[in-house]
């Protein structure tokens, strides 16, 4: 069993940056792969980027290319994204999530975060 607590979330203004983390206090996850995922009210999970166990493999939603860096650093076991740039379509329940094999697909993730919710105002 993996154990994540995301956290930074809060209500930020359209333009402004966020660092959102993840961590895992009881067990290292150096063997996972992290993913970070979205759902806004109304509509389904979707994938945000997902970062291999190096950190050395990394991909990212179009919607968020060039505005969102996912690193990790497996001696603090977290991850971390950090958002630029947000937009009000950014809105949503931010998870951080684990699997073994990497994929983009939020139901091939085995061990999900509690979520952190993350509101950009216009």
């Known amino acids: 069993q993996v154990q994540l607590v995301e956290s930074g979330g809060r209500l930020v203004q359209a333009g402004e940056s966020l660092r959102l983390s993840c961590e895992a206090p009881r067990r290292t996850f150096s063997r996972y792969v992290m993913g970070w995922f979205r759902q806004a009210p109304g509509k389904e999970r979707e994938f945000v980027a997902v970062c291999s166990y190096s950190g050395s493999f990394i991909r990212y939603a179009d919607s968020v290319m060039g505005r969102f860096t996912v690193s990790r650093d497996n001696v603090k076991n977290a991850v971390y994204l950090q958002m630029s740039s947000l937009k009000p379509e950014d809105t949503a329940v931010y998870y951080c999530?684990?699997?073994?094999?990497?994929?983009?697909?939020?139901?091939?993730?085995?061990?999900w975060g509690q979520g952190t919710q993350v509101t950009v105002s216009s």
């Open positions: 999530a684990a699997t073994i094999d990497y994929s983009t697909d939020p139901a091939r993730y085995d061990y």
